[in-house]
């Protein structure tokens, strides 16, 4: 019986990890790990029993958590992204991961450790580079990128009896995704209570990116947890690009509402590169994990979760608008 023990799980992606987490430790034939949950809060429905109150900021106090603990694996998800400013971006990334890589050190026995990253890291990538492999140099360009990569450095400089593994995520979306990003913030506008045609505010509709449900890319963590090989970054998206754009003109589809697109200058400056596609040869080759979700449920569900838990908090929501597949 192995010990897991789960950061950020309050967050968009550690909440479909620990949905995952079960069903892929039963998959795994581990039905007897116990499963923990370490942060400053403990998730809705999560079980106090199971939660490890500690602070990524409070070294002393992160130490004795982990000493009481004493994981086996671990999948550290915490962090921020933008638009958070670029001192916490850091603080969050890479000081917070650093802490928890000095309180795991303090062990001295061998605990597996999967730091989920970010395709920001690899910074602008040419056409000719497509699909981008772990093997492509990174240069970011902006404080997200430079913290996640630098997180990543730190990690991969571990050795035994540490044995760490980067899973580098690409565009995550699916259901829960917050407004913050582009396929969020689309559907948070597309319930407001505005007579159509609804001005729809957006940015550069042409970019193109590697989106990957997050669902699998919660199952690809535990698969890179179990199977992956220590010391390497692995890539986790689709292997396929697709437009904003493309994703913009589906969820309006979704929403049956008539919609009039406005760009927005300050949304158009274009942030990062023209196209980016994962190269998953790897995780494939050393986990058998592959994605199953398509582009198009992705967002179907991303949209009927946000109409559900915009009618249960504004009745009127429900009675104006109406799914149309």
């Given at each position: 019986?192995?010990?897991?023990?789960?950061?950020?799980?309050?967050?968009?992606?550690?909440?479909?990890?620990?949905?995952?987490?079960d069903s892929e430790l039963l998959r795994a034939g581990r039905t007897?790990?116990?499963?923990?949950v370490l942060g400053r809060r403990c998730p809705t429905g999560w079980p106090e029993q199971s939660f490890?109150?500690?602070?990524?900021?409070?070294?002393?106090?992160?130490?004795?958590?982990?000493?009481?603990?004493?994981?086996?694996?671990?999948?550290?998800?915490?962090?921020?992204?933008?638009?958070?400013?670029?001192?916490?971006?850091?603080?969050?990334?890479?000081?917070?991961?650093?802490?928890?890589?000095?309180?795991?050190?303090?062990l001295n026995r061998r605990v597996r450790v999967t730091l989920a990253g970010s395709a920001a890291e690899l910074g602008p990538v040419p056409p000719s580079a497509l699909p981008v492999a772990e093997t492509y140099p990174c240069s970011p360009l902006e404080a997200y990128g430079r913290s996640k990569?630098?997180?990543?450095?730190?990690?991969?400089?571990?050795?035994?009896?540490?044995e760490?593994?980067?899973?580098?995520?690409?565009?995550?979306?699916?259901?829960?995704?917050?407004?913050?990003?582009?396929?969020?913030?689309?559907?948070?506008?597309?319930?407001?209570?505005?007579?159509?045609?609804?001005?729809?505010?957006?940015?550069?509709?042409?970019?193109?990116?590697?989106?990957?449900d997050v669902r699998d890319?919660?199952?690809?963590?535990?698969a890179v947890s179990l199977r992956g090989q220590p010391g390497l970054v692995y890539h986790v998206g689709s292997g396929q690009s697709r437009s904003v754009g493309e994703g913009l003109d589906l969820l309006v589809r979704l929403s049956g509402r008539s919609v009039k697109v406005c760009v927005d200058p300050r949304r158009h400056v274009r942030?990062?590169?023209?196209?980016?596609?994962?190269?998953?040869?790897?995780?494939?080759?050393?986990?058998?994990?592959?994605p199953t979700i398509p582009f198009e449920q992705s967002l179907a569900d991303l949209w009927n979760d946000l109409r559900k838990r915009r009618d249960r908090s504004s009745p009127e929501v429900a009675t104006r608008l109406s799914l149309t597949a």
């Amino acid at each position: 019986m192995a010990t897991w023990l789960i950061t950020g799980a309050t967050g968009f992606l550690g909440r479909h990890l620990l949905d995952v987490l079960d069903s892929e430790l039963l998959r795994a034939g581990r039905t007897g790990d116990a499963v923990l949950v370490l942060g400053r809060r403990c998730p809705t429905g999560w079980p106090e029993q199971s939660f490890v109150r500690a602070d990524l900021d409070d070294p002393v106090g992160l130490q004795e958590a982990i000493g009481k603990v004493v994981p086996d694996l671990v999948i550290h998800t915490a962090g921020q992204t933008p638009p958070a400013p670029d001192d916490a971006l850091y603080q969050s990334n890479f000081w917070a991961t650093i802490r928890l890589l000095n309180a795991l050190r303090s062990l001295n026995r061998r605990v597996r450790v999967t730091l989920a990253g970010s395709a920001a890291e690899l910074g602008p990538v040419p056409p000719s580079a497509l699909p981008v492999a772990e093997t492509y140099p990174c240069s970011p360009l902006e404080a997200y990128g430079r913290s996640k990569l630098l997180a990543t450095i730190a990690g991969l400089a571990e050795r035994p009896p540490l044995e760490l593994a980067v899973a580098r995520v690409f565009n995550p979306i699916g259901p829960g995704l917050p407004p913050t990003q582009a396929f969020g913030e689309f559907a948070a506008q597309l319930t407001a209570g505005v007579a159509d045609p609804l001005p729809l505010l957006v940015g550069d509709l042409e970019a193109r990116r590697d989106f990957v449900d997050v669902r699998d890319v919660a199952r690809a963590l535990v698969a890179v947890s179990l199977r992956g090989q220590p010391g390497l970054v692995y890539h986790v998206g689709s292997g396929q690009s697709r437009s904003v754009g493309e994703g913009l003109d589906l969820l309006v589809r979704l929403s049956g509402r008539s919609v009039k697109v406005c760009v927005d200058p300050r949304r158009h400056v274009r942030k990062g590169p023209v196209d980016s596609r994962a190269d998953i040869r790897r995780i494939v080759s050393h986990t058998g994990w592959r994605p199953t979700i398509p582009f198009e449920q992705s967002l179907a569900d991303l949209w009927n979760d946000l109409r559900k838990r915009r009618d249960r908090s504004s009745p009127e929501v429900a009675t104006r608008l109406s799914l149309t597949a």
